[in-house]
Nanobody
């Protein structure tokens, strides 16, 4: 499965940005999807994840209440809506798919998209 992440850009602190992750194959709809981010010099970390049905989501403490993950099965796409952005949210954002259910660890995801950069200015 090939994943295409898009929507990154430059935004001021307090602003909003929406990311999309579109898959090349329909079986993506049966996979859990996670959004990760990696800032320069830091490890890749989970932002949040959504299970295959969209009924279950999981967020890191740092983004809970500000970010929302959703999925559109018809469009084979998972979204990350980011509100109230902070400079510390600046990173490359990646989407990834897990055939083994919702996972919180990087190693639990099999398919990865390329990163899309998000820069939040103060």
């Amino acid at each position: 499965v090939q994943l295409q992440a898009s929507g990154g850009g430059l935004v001021q602190a307090g602003g909003s940005l929406g990311l999309s992750c579109t898959a090349s194959e329909r079986r993506f709809s049966m996979y859990a999807t996670g959004w990760f981010r990696q800032a320069p010099g830091k490890e890749r970390e989970l932002v949040g994840a959504i299970n295959w049905s969209g009924e279950t989501t999981n967020y890191s403490d740092s983004v809970r209440g500000r970010f929302t993950i959703s999925r559109d099965v018809a469009k084979n796409t998972v979204y990350l809506q980011m509100n109230s952005l902070k400079p510390e949210d600046t990173a490359d954002y990646y989407c990834a798919a897990s055939p083994r259910g919702l996972r919180v660890d990087v190693s639990g995801y099999t398919y990865w998209g390329q990163g899309t950069p998000v820069t939040v200015s103060s």
